[in-house]
């Protein structure tokens, strides 16, 4: 079995316009903002006409300890120190800031497990163990007033989640702890990306590694107490983007294999709305056919999209493995049974892993808002992957 490597490559557009260019374009979570969608709306120069242009600026190899198949996060882009930095982190529970310009590594650091519970020292593909879920950076924040009528910028933090379950805040600039951990989760868990909305940090977990629940997890930073919400779900929450969290704060995930019995608090196969800091059940959807993909394994496997339309959310996901798309209603995301979407449409016959994709054109259809839903001019492009 080939084992991933520590190394970590970075590759731009060379042109004088990337030189030239501001630095204002941000990637502080997965998938560039907490609604999941992956669109970077500043992005002017990258296209299809450019791709003879990229090349290799730099590599750089990390000292990461590799577990089982899981190695590093991919990067967040953020401004500070004035250049663009790249945070990572790393499965041995270590954090890297690199200079992205350069690729030099600026800092990183490396948390002690710290539980009761020993530490997981047989790593599987399926539950790695250390820190798998990519952290989060605190957006740019306002300036506040500061002493003597002058004004100061709050500094800002990266939060991370280290194998033993503990939630820590850095300093973006030199890793400083800003303060001491705090129990956010059980340990050697499999948590997937972060998500920060409103002072609050969000993740959702699967596989029941460590032997803990699949549940979705929340810490609202403004408490005094920082209080810990959690909604346990039945089938994994195993989106590799974490929970998306909607214009309203409602967090949205999909859920694996497993019992559909809303009645005894099980929830698998099924697309889950929970409130915003407290989790609690807002709304579901389960697909009509979920007993049939729980038998095959067909289950709902990606991080749903959330896409605001005329004064609510619009909600994409996928049953990944069957290859069908759907599309929810934020108000009511199954109707009256739970069990009715806006939309459902075979992809293609081969499932697909990873999240419903950017919104674009093919073969001459477009996802237009002015469409009645369910036309044939309704459609959203995923990535597809082909079983064999």
């Known amino acids: 079995m080939t084992r991933p490597n520590h190394w ?3 590759a731009l557009i060379a042109s004088a316009a990337h030189a030239q260019s501001s630095r204002g374009s941000e990637w502080t979570t997965h998938s560039g903002d907490p609604q999941r969608t992956a669109w970077q709306k500043n992005e002017t120069r990258i296209g299809k006409e450019r791709i003879g242009e990229f090349r290799l600026l730099w590599k750089l190899k990390l000292d990461n300890q ?38 030099r590594l600026l800092w990183k650091k490396h948390f002690d497990y710290q539980s009761a519970t020993p530490q997981d020292q047989n790593p599987t593909w399926l539950c790695p163990g250390g820190l798998v879920a990519t952290p989060v950076v605190t957006p740019v924040a ?29 300093s973006l600039t030199d890793g400083e702890n800003l303060g001491p951990p705090v129990r956010f989760m059980p340990p050697n868990g499999k948590p997937y990306s972060l998500n920060l909305v409103d002072n609050t940090i969000y993740a959702i977990t699967g596989h029941r590694c460590g032997g803990n629940p699949n549940a979705a997890y929340a810490i609202d930073l403004s408490s005094t107490d ?19 969290i909607g214009t309203d704060g409602t967090l949205y995930g999909e859920t694996g294999d497993g019992l559909a019995d809303p009645a005894k608090g099980l929830f698998g196969t099924s697309v889950l709305a929970l409130t915003p800091k407290e989790l609690k059940l807002k709304d579901y959807y389960t697909p009509t056919n979920a007993e049939w993909l729980t038998k095959r394994d067909l289950d709902l ?27 929810l209603d934020s108000k009511s995301l199954g109707g009256e049974d739970h069990r009715k979407p806006l939309l459902r449409r075979a ?38 992957r082909q079983w064999r």
């Open 8 to 10: 970590l490559a970075y």
């Open 66 to 103: 590799t577990r089982a198949l899981h190695s590093l996060t991919a990067p967040l882009i953020v401004n500070a120190l004035y250049r663009d930095l790249a945070v990572v982190a790393g499965t041995g529970d270590t954090i890297y800031v690199l200079d992205a310009d350069l690729g």
């Open 142 to 170: 306002a300036f506040v007033r500061g002493g003597r009528g002058g004004t100061v910028r709050t500094p800002r933090s990266i939060y991370a989640v280290s194998s033993d379950g503990n939630l820590h805040q850095l």
């Open 226 to 244: 920082k209080k810990v919400s959690s909604f346990p779900s039945g089938g994994g929450l195993w989106g590799i983007a974490g929970p998306a």
């Open 301 to 327: 496997n990606v991080t749903p999209v959330i896409i605001p339309y005329k004064g609510r959310d619009l909600v994409a996901g996928a049953t990944g493995k069957e290859g069908r798309l759907f599309l």
């Open 347 to 384: 992809v293609r016959r081969q499932g697909h892993l990873g999240k419903p994709g950017q919104l674009g054109r093919r073969e001459g259809h477009a996802l237009d808002p002015r469409a009645p839903m369910g036309s044939a001019a309704s459609r959203l492009q995923v990535p597809c």
